[in-house]
């Protein structure tokens, strides 16, 4: 069983790639055993991913998808119908100015594949997929150069 996580920006138009997104990740289904997708649901990409996920449980009932909590959760969270469960993946709290930028290193060391939708050269995204890069994790580039 195999890992896969996103990591995009926070407001991007990133319909033109649904169709791209959906068929990265069948190929990550099919052809390389992933069975549990992260998605930490905090911007436009990790939403449209979200979205395709849930999409392709109904061919892929094996599949699951996980929403990562960047902060600790309280009494008022709620979860979607898109996600089978949730996970806080910092083992301690730490201040809420490093929580995102923390749970995305954690995040990049735990899963086996990154699928990105970074396309400027800052923030959060870009960072964390620069440090999957440092680590040699597999990333599928969804918007590729000259797109």
């Given amino acids: 069983m195999a890992t896969c996580a996103f ?7 990133y319909m ?13 289904i099919e052809n390389h055993d992933v069975t549990q997708f992260y998605n930490g649901c905090r911007g436009d990409f990790d939403r449209l991913c979200a979205d395709v996920v849930y999409e392709l449980k109904e061919h892929y009932p094996q ?12 009494e008022t969270f709620g ?27 954690c995040l990049v060391a735990l899963v086996d594949y990154i699928v990105s939708g ?12 620069n440090y999957a890069k440092r680590l040699n994790k597999p990333i599928i580039e969804i918007v590729r150069e000259g797109d």
């Fill in 7 to 13: 990591f995009g920006h926070r407001t991007c138009n």
């Fill in 16 to 28: 033109p790639y649904k169709a791209r997104i959906r068929s990265v990740l069948i190929d990550l």
């Fill in 63 to 74: 599949i699951k998808q996980v929403r990562v909590l960047s902060y600790h959760p309280n």
């Fill in 79 to 105: 979860m979607s119908k898109h996600f089978d469960e949730s996970v806080y993946l910092l083992e301690k709290r730490v201040p809420p100015r490093y929580a995102i930028s923390q749970t995305n290193r």
């Fill in 118 to 129: 970074v396309i400027s050269s800052y923030g959060g995204a870009y960072t964390a997929r």
